[in-house]
């Protein structure tokens, strides 16, 4: 046994434990194959602990020791792949598992220069290339085909070196140069942003890829020098610290998401809706424009919440948002505000009568009865409608103009429902629109 890994075995299991620590309050797929990639690390120094064993257990541990760190490289490259879910990526992560699996076996088991080792190294770069042509009329990518280049590069290399002397320690060398400089490629188009954590991982997998290029390179050149096996896992703890890093600012652009937000709807939340209509009236200022603050609150909401549960009202919110977002324009804001309450700004130029067909057709889209997992559910909505400058002059006069506008219109549908006269539309005039198109039924 190689004692001498023994300490590389324990600090990889302490990084890959927290590591996992980590990526378990923000679980993802991409997180979760990283875990396994760094699994597989652990099982390379592992592995390589009974490298020196006598008979086949040394060889099988040296063929488990040198595939596994190939296997974690392509897992590393996987997680990155923005269409790993088409069939086609999942049809390469096979083959690059497989048919570097089958090359590596190959150098471990077969005899030195053996003829077997040309096929397989062509397998390495054509398998890749067919799979991307057939499917070309239907995908292409240009982080496929990058992946694609360098393994037809890896083909040529492994063809014309592996019949000199050496040639099977350069082939190894540049299988994993291959490899992590193929995860270099996939982290730099996935993290390519600016931040500590992405620099960090972008620059390890770099160094990780340069150790298979230098180790040879030094051998060659300056025979005399002798580095430490310790400098050429240095890459590895930097990788494992950047990711980390990445990790940890995913929770915190997550947190400050959620701070920001509505959990349920995915809306922006009071705080958020704050600060944008703060934005919007110092803009209108400026411009001398209008801006218009729509009041909506669902109608018998309470009503749905206990006859067909708290889960069908949470749907209903949901459906209500996505009605909002399909109505407005993209330089508008929808916000939910309260329970049943959602909050809309209304920029750019518009007018109180644009306000106001906006909130007539929101009414007409929430009175049609909504599917929600089998249950026909039908809310009306009460509009509440407040303009700047005309009705307030800052953000909280607004929202309280908004709110008593959103509430006489709620006694005008009352009024209409009991069958008396209705009461004046909230927007100073007689709104017979509204009440054409609302449905009403007995709280």
Known sequence: MDWGKLPDVGAIALLTCAFASVARRGFTAASGLWLLGWLLIELHFTAFLFYNEPGWAGTFASFIGLAALVWAGVVFMWACVPYRRRQSSRAMAGILLGTNTLYLALLVYAPSGSWVLL???????????????????RFSHPLRWALVSLYCGLTAFLVAEQNQPGGGDLALNAIFFT???GCTIHFFFSYRRATTGGLITIAGFLAWASVFVAGPSISAFFP???????????PKYVVAVGMILLLLEKQIEHNK????????????????????????????????????????DLDRFKQVNDTVGHH??????????????GRIRRSDTVARTGGDEFSIILEEPTCREDAESVGLSLIQLLN?????????????????????????TNAEALCIAADRSMYSDKNAARSIAKGFEPAPAPFGRTFPAIEKHRTFQPH
Do not use: C
Request: aromatic content about 8%.
């Open 224 to 234: 005399h020098l002798h580095p430490e096996d310790e400098v050429w896992n240095l």
């Open 368 to 392: 049609e009865p909504f599917n929600l997992e089998g249950h026909a559910v039908q809310v009306g909505a009460s509009v509440g409608i407040a303009v700047y400058p005309e009705d307030a």
């Open 257 to 296: 998401y959620l701070a920001l937000h509505d959990e349920l709807t995915g809306l922006p939340n009071r705080r958020l809706f704050q600060d944008r209509l703060t934005g919007a009236l110092e803009r209108a200022h400026r411009t001398g424009r209008q801006v218009a603050l729509l009041l909506v």
């Open 119 to 137: 096929p397989a190294s062509l397998l390495l770069g054509l398998l890749p290339l067919a799979l991307s042509l057939a499917n070309m009329p």
């Open 312 to 325: 069908i009202g949470d749907l209903l919110l949901k459906r209500a948002g996505e009605v909002f977002l």
């Open 179 to 181: 490899v992590y400089f």
